[in-house]
């Protein structure tokens, strides 16, 4: 098979949970095709070596930002969602549309952004397409908007989700084919696109480079980690300091807490004055705090899909603390692979437990990675994409509906 497949960012280097998927998948895709990757870019891209390892073509196209001004009329006034226009010009459009003409045997967007550039091709109308959904985009602004306070970014966020509900119901059912990383976002697809084959593909874990290794500090550290200027992560990060940091200081005082993650605010800089708190921004590698770490905290309150933060930390042998929302779509068990808390009280105490007791730290940590190793591997993940994939290529309008 010969597939496109457009991203709306350079999968390389994988420093977000967006990219590590789209980088993942189309790794596991490329060991059954030949893939050619199509990208938008704002100002100088990356090095794309470790993508030609295996894409045959890495194509990347420049995107110039009007000015701000007009983009903040266009915001206001546009009935397309921002989160679809940001990623595309009309000279990307015309650039990408005009490769995309090529033979291909199927066609993926990744994200529902990028859906414009492989929809109403000339001449390709029957060419199977799928398209990979991280999460249903307008539940998430929805979201967001309901727990932001009163502002110009909470209108904004509504008004986004609103377009994006419209775009997303008028794109769906244009797809033969979509993945999605849960069960929730598949029952939501589904809707969307009627007779729309949905496989549910979990984000997982590179086991062979997230492997147990434990080096745990002398004091008792909690680890929390994350893309840190995306805003469920900073509501997340925000409000364990505010409801849960001061009771388990108060029963652990040499707590120590790491905040690892890409460009933090400066609300999440702030922290790093709290007596026993680090927070490092980006860091190369995140192997070594998962190792140093007593437990991993996923204190989430919003998002969809699956949390690969969670896969990662179970992969390495990491006990983890949970909401319920932050281990969505993960078929982990209370007391079995992870601890869940249910309010910021029992996550106190759940917490507090787990950072008192070795040896549930230790059965927690093999479970977990015995888990991860069985079912959440990306190697896995990428061979069922892949198959996913062909069977959409081969028989499109007989392709069925999957689950985990």
Not at 104 to 131: F, N, Q, R, W
Not at 177 to 187: K, L, M, W
Not at 210 to 223: E, K, N
Not at 340 to 359: E, G, H, M, W, Y
């Amino acid at each position: 098979m010969h597939i496109a497949v457009v991203t709306p960012y350079l999968p390389w280097p994988a420093d977000t949970g967006g990219k590590l998927r789209s980088y993942y998948l189309m790794r596991g895709l490329a060991q059954a095709a030949q893939v050619d990757l199509y990208t938008v870019c704002y100002g100088t891209p990356p090095a794309v070596d470790a993508l030609a390892d295996f894409c045959c073509k890495v194509d990347v196209t420049a995107l110039l930002p009007p000015p701000m001004r007009w983009r903040q009329m266009r915001a206001l006034t546009q009935q397309l969602p921002r989160s679809v226009t940001y990623f595309r010009t009309p000279a990307s459009m015309t650039a990408i549309r005009q490769k995309l003409a090529a033979e291909y045997d199927l066609l993926i967007a990744d994200e529902i952004s990028m859906a414009p550039y492989v929809l109403d091709l000339p001449g390709h109308a029957a060419t199977p397409k799928v398209i990979m959904r991280q999460k249903i985009d307008y539940l998430h602004y929805a979201e967001v908007a309901q727990h932001r306070p009163w502002n110009q970014h909470k209108l904004l966020d509504w008004q986004e989700a609103r377009r994006l509900k419209r775009f997303e119901s008028a794109t769906m059912p244009r797809f033969n084919g979509a993945v999605v990383c849960s069960q929730e976002d598949a029952i939501v697809a589904a809707q969307q696109g009627a007779g729309l084959a949905v496989d549910i593909i979990v984000n997982g874990a590179d086991i062979e480079y997230f492997t147990p290794m434990r080096q745990p500090d002398p004091d008792p550290t909690l680890l929390l980690i994350g893309t840190m200027h995306y805003y469920p992560n900073i509501d997340a990060v925000l409000h364990f300091f505010q409801t849960m940091h001061p009771a388990l200081l108060a029963a652990i005082p040499n707590l120590k807490v790491l905040v690892v993650g890409h460009l933090p605010p400066p609300e999440i800089q702030a922290l790093d004055a709290l007596p026993g708190v680090t927070v490092t921004g980006s860091v190369p590698d995140v192997r070594p705090y998962l190792a140093r770490s007593w437990l991993m905290a996923v204190p989430l309150r919003l998002g969809g899909g699956t949390r690969l933060k969670i896969v990662e930390a179970m992969a390495m042998g990491l006990p983890v603390v949970s909401t319920e929302v932050g281990a969505q779509g993960i078929h982990a068990r209370h007391e079995e692979q992870l601890l869940i808390a249910v309010d910021p009280a029992d996550f106190v105490a759940q917490t507090i437990r787990l950072l008192n007791n070795p040896s549930l730290r230790h059965s927690l940590g093999e479970a977990g990675h015995a888990l991860v190793t069985a079912k959440y591997s990306w190697q896995a993940l990428g061979r069922r994409f892949a198959e996913f994939c062909a069977e959409i290529a081969q028989s499109p309008e007989r392709a069925e509906h999957h689950g985990v």
